[in-house]
């Protein structure tokens, strides 16, 4: 739509989500569709260089592209150039580190820990509740953990 409104506008897209590798991807009922939605951006960057390469290996099983080596960024399609290459984006880690020390996140610290009985170790994860986030990974950790007898569940809170 954007690409309609203004054909000279210059579009980059941050795609946030992983990018299936292409045996999966090709089972998808609109893959063509989304493929093409996808080429229209000028840029379009993903977390990973694994998710922007299963992307470019999608292509030329879906669209006719002008482009002999699909591990290259540029995709040539429909008379346009769009570039799909990797920039994975993280947190302000300097940030987070600096405010890790303040007497007000100590407090809340100490709260966290009043709400479940002053466990000797806190496990916590911060983040939406995603599949793609781990969680579920996170859960079997700890379940391995206790059934190696490496942490207790009496002293330890996992949130």
Do not use: C
Not at 83 to 100: L, M, N, T, V
């Amino acid at each position: 739509m954007l690409r309609q409104a203004a054909p000279d506008m210059r579009i980059g897209f941050f795609f946030h989500n992983p990018f299936r590798a292409r045996e999966i991807f090709l089972r998808l009922p609109w893959r063509t569709q989304i493929v093409r939605a996808l080429l229209a951006p000028d840029l379009i960057v993903f977390q990973t260089e694994v998710m922007a390469h299963n992307f470019r290996h999608v292509v030329p099983r879906l669209v006719d592209f002008d482009v002999s080596d699909p591990s290259d960024e540029a995709i040539v399609w429909a008379g346009r150039t769009t570039i799909a290459k990797p920039h994975p984006i993280g947190i302000d880690y300097e940030r987070f580190a600096a405010a890790s020390w303040t007497d007000e996140t100590e407090a809340d610290g100490e709260a966290l820990r009043d709400t479940f009985n002053q466990p000797k170790k806190v496990l916590l994860g911060v983040d939406r509740l995603a599949y793609t986030k781990g969680i579920a990974r996170r859960l079997l950790a700890y379940f391995e953990l206790l059934a190696e007898g490496r942490i207790d569940a009496k002293e330890t809170a996992f949130i």
